[in-house]
């Protein structure tokens, strides 16, 4: 071969293999049109979650790259999710832009927990019958053809569950009795049913019971966003007596209550912010009127008990660069302004997080908190961890920081980003509710496994009120009350109510209401949208002492 020729075909074998190189290494492209879901109820907060996570699961274990359009795609994947009888459906077609018949995939879910694996096993379908990927031993344990990703399923039913919770609510709603309150230890077995009260056309934030004008009757403040009702209950209806609009920008996220000047009238202290720093006022009756005793505090501020001193007002400053800065102070009104009073005495919690009560009667207190992750912290003054919760309680869509939701697709397609939220949590009610002389704990559970999985896409279609009580070794239920259908606000005990004297229940040592502010249905995501917000009242009769303590051998 002479080297002409050679030189020929040297250069044709490298022109082949620069083509043949980027051809055979470029990764396939899809693009993930959003999900259409069909349900009876709303549920679009579930459709950028699986939309996103579904992206995420397809580049890993396909190894394909997501684009945010159709233009340089060369797959199209459109979805749906189907909700029917509590089980969840997820169907995809898979279309190649070249044209062709789409193939198609779906997996089911026996529980919105298990939507999660479900979209992983679905990934993994499409990875090995498309793109040639071997899906691994870990991920095969579902049937290869049609893969259907089923969660396990759950523990038989529990006596203490309901079978039907929407039509439990509405049986509560017309009346019925249907034993609302579950596990009572402590609590006089019997009917507990809830009263209801009227509708309110407002996103309900938060909400306090309290005696705000000295006549001995407790008072109800209900706030929005940027509002403010204060109302008398009368019989199942709510009577209003005041009301205010608040500025625009700070968002209201928690209202305490306390009388710590000592007048005889509680005080309303409302914590409020912007995305960037705390914006709070304090509320007093004057007689004739509500006036502010302060306002435009830069502290995010809260009523707390602390035990053997009783209540006091903490707060908790904004950062320079972070939304709360360390430390948690008592704080004293000097002139219209709060001032530092002290340190409260806890360690590694921000001011929303926690409640402290000496749980095991030996003199020292311990701080109750949930964590960001939604579970129960045990912890002494410290900071040291004594105990922590298996389960998930709490569950809010209230938060500080940015101001409105996000469209996690946006993140998708164009790598916009917001800051951290920081969520306010539930609220952590401290009372003793079996009458033992030890403090218990009251706290809710809003019930969404893919609200805890999915960031910032917050929504909590039902949930629970739970009493918890130290064994001495950790927290276990004594009661809770059936599954209320829509998301539970905020909540409040009532003062406990002597029995009338001359009683002829020996067994009773009184009554309190349990007050739980509910927002019934939502627009989307945004569940102060357009919402409809009720008071559920659960009336609860108190075991006396002595009909607790065991009979003699």
């Known amino acids: 071969m002479n080297s002409k020729r050679f030189l020929q075909i040297y250069v044709l074998a490298v022109l082949i293999i620069s083509f043949a190189i980027p051809v055979l290494a470029a990764p396939p492209t899809v693009v993930i049109k959003p999900f259409t879901i069909n349900a009876a109820k709303d549920m679009s907060y579930l459709k950028s979650g699986i939309r996103s996570m579904l992206a995420s ?195 209201i996220h928690a209202i305490t209550m306390a009388d710590l000047n000592k007048n005889g009238r509680q005080e309303i202290y409302v914590s409020a912010a912007d995305a960037k720093r705390p914006n709070s006022f304090i509320l007093e009756w004057d007689g004739k009127n509500f006036v502010k005793l302060a306002e435009n505090q830069r502290w995010y501020i809260r009523a707390i008990n602390i035990p053997g001193e009783g209540r006091v007002l903490a707060g908790q400053k904004g950062g320079f660069q972070t939304l709360l800065a360390p430390g948690i102070y008592r704080l004293k009104l000097k002139k219209g ?55 998930y309680y709490g569950g809010t869509t209230t938060y500080l920081g940015g101001v409105g939701f996000d469209d996690i697709n946006k993140d998708l397609e164009n790598g916009s980003y917001e800051p951290p939220r920081i969520y306010v949590p539930a609220r952590i009610i401290v009372r003793d509710v079996n009458n033992d002389g030890h403090p218990d704990i009251i706290i809710n559970r809003n019930l969404s496994s893919a ?67 509910v927002i019934m249905r939502s627009g989307g995501i945004n569940i102060l949208s357009d919402a409809t917000s009720t008071v559920l009242t659960f009336p609860l009769q108190l075991r006396s002492r002595s009909s607790q303590k065991p009979a003699a051998q």
């Open 451 to 517: 609200s805890r999985i999915m960031g910032k896409l917050k929504s909590y279609p039902s949930g629970e009120i739970y009493a918890l009580a130290w064994n001495g070794i950790g927290l276990t239920e004594l009661w809770r009350t059936r599954k209320i259908d829509g998301y539970i606000a905020d909540y409040q005990l009532g003062p406990i109510k002597k029995p009338a004297a001359g009683s002829k229940n020996k067994n009773s040592a009184g009554t309190v209401n349990l007050y739980v502010g």
């Open 57 to 251: 699961r397809l580049a890993d274990n396909a190894g394909v790259n997501i684009v945010p359009t159709k233009a340089g795609a060369d797959y199209t994947l459109k979805g749906s999710m189907t909700v029917f009888g509590g089980s969840y459906s997820l169907d995809v077609t898979l279309t190649s832009v070249q044209g062709g018949q789409g193939r198609k995939f779906y997996a089911t879910a026996a529980t919105e927990g298990g939507i999660i694996k479900a979209v992983d096993s679905l990934s993994w379908d499409i990875a090995a019958k498309v793109f040639g990927k071997k899906r691994p031993a870990a991920a095969s344990g579902a049937p290869a053809p049609r893969v259907a990703a089923i969660a396990a399923p759950a523990a038989a039913a529990s006596p203490y569950q309901t079978a039907n919770p929407e039509l439990a609510f509405r049986a509560g709603l017309q009346g019925g009795y249907g034993g609302n309150i579950l596990r009572p230890r402590g609590v006089i077995t019997g009917a507990f049913g809830f009263s209801k009260s009227q509708n309110f056309r407002f996103g309900l934030v938060a909400m306090d019971v309290g005696d705000v004008d000295g006549d001995g009757k407790s008072e109800f403040v209900l706030a929005a966003k940027h509002e403010i009702r204060i109302y008398r209950r009368q019989g199942n209806r709510f009577q209003k007596i005041w009301q205010m609009s608040t500025s625009e920008r700070y968002a």
């Open 337 to 391: 302004q709060l001032v530092k009073a002290g340190m409260v005495p806890v360690n590694g919690v921000n001011l929303f997080d926690f409640s402290i009560a000496d749980l095991d009667g030996d003199g020292r207190n311990e701080v109750v908190a949930i964590s960001h992750g939604d579970k129960i912290l045990v912890l002494r003054p410290s900071g040291k961890v004594m105990w922590v919760s298996d389960d």
